[in-house]
């Protein structure tokens, strides 16, 4: 939603100076530069990335404008998740967890958390970390170096889709540019005819310079920043959980277990101690 708000700003920033300043809207609708320029731009993105990446980018481009999903209620519910688990765990051991873990559709405490149950990843994380602990000898240390490869391959998978996005802004300059040398093409074209004439054509040249450098600074840039936040907060969750599981199986009762991951969470989206107390007790 932000990546909106400031998309609304720069366009009425640049085109309300432009009105103010006396400039005229209609000169600067050119869509054949535009074609050029975002053509270009499409095509440099589709043969430089592979498949993946491509579907990486469109697919969470909607998350850009719905808002982050790891919002501090979404936090709650995993670390009350986890209080919830460790609970049994300490209870019923490990073999009163397999049953929740393997089928986590039918689970009971799984299911009163529908947003973390509508999140693959982290129901994977999860779910994957409990069989291992349940189903093996390993230690914590060797299941902390697991855990941080895990979410650092995570981070590098998500990041793709920032980096990619990042290139085709820093490309949108030299884009416009062959725009506006086009256009000139066109005005030498044109040369010894009317002036008006003429000028229409260096104007709609001009015009593919500034739609380039505006795509790459005003928008798509952005964009590739925001995908760059947002791998860094899905990180950021399974970091929690990580924490959280380390804790319980260093020998840490459930509720100081949740207390470690709640400190690994940003300021902004961190619940204090009691909202997270308040919230384990009514789950």
């Known amino acids: 939603m932000s990546w909106l708000i400031g998309g609304i700003i720069v366009i009425s920033s640049v085109l309300g100076g432009y009105v103010l300043s006396h400039g005229e809207l209609i000169a ?3 869509p054949f530069e535009l074609l050029i320029i975002g053509g270009a731009a499409l ?3 589709i043969s430089s990335n592979p498949l993946k990446v491509i579907r990486g980018v469109f697919g969470r481009i909607p998350y850009l404008l719905r808002g982050s999903r790891y919002t501090k209620a979404l936090y709650m519910d995993v670390l009350a998740l986890l209080y919830q688990l460790f609970n049994k765990w300490r209870r019923e051991g490990l073999v009163g967890l397999e049953e929740d873990v393997d089928d986590p559709e039918t689970s009971p405490i ?3 958390y529908p947003q973390i149950t509508n999140d ?3 129901m994977e994380f999860i779910t994957d970390y409990l069989r291992i602990i349940s189903s093996g000898n390993m230690s914590a240390h060797e299941l902390e170096s697991l855990m941080e490869a895990d979410i650092e391959t995570a981070f590098e998978e998500s990041e793709l889709s920032s980096d990619a996005v990042t290139k085709i802004a820093d490309a ?3 884009f416009g540019i062959v725009a506006a040398v086009l256009g000139i093409v066109i005005t030498m074209k044109s040369l010894g005819g009317p002036p008006e004439e003429l000028g229409v054509h260096v104007a709609a040249a001009l015009v593919g310079t500034f739609l ?3 795509l790459a600074y005003g928008f798509v840039g952005p964009i590739g920043i925001a995908l760059g936040h947002m791998a860094r907060e899905e990180v950021k969750c399974l970091e929690c959980i990580k924490v ?5 199986l260093g020998g840490v009762p459930p509720q100081l277990a949740v207390e470690f991951g709640r400190k690994t969470l940003y300021t ?3 619940p204090s101690f009691i909202e997270l107390e308040e919230h384990v007790k009514s789950s």
Do not use: D, H, K, N
Not at 244 to 248: E, F, K, P, Q, R
């Open 43 to 45: 095509g440099s993105f």
């Open 110 to 112: 799984f299911l009163a």
């Open 28 to 30: 600067l609708w050119q």
């Open 244 to 248: 959280s599981i380390l804790a319980m």
């Open 120 to 122: 693959p990843r982290i």
């Open 172 to 174: 949108l300059p030299g």
């Open 268 to 270: 902004t989206e961190r």
């Open 212 to 214: 380039g450098i505006l």
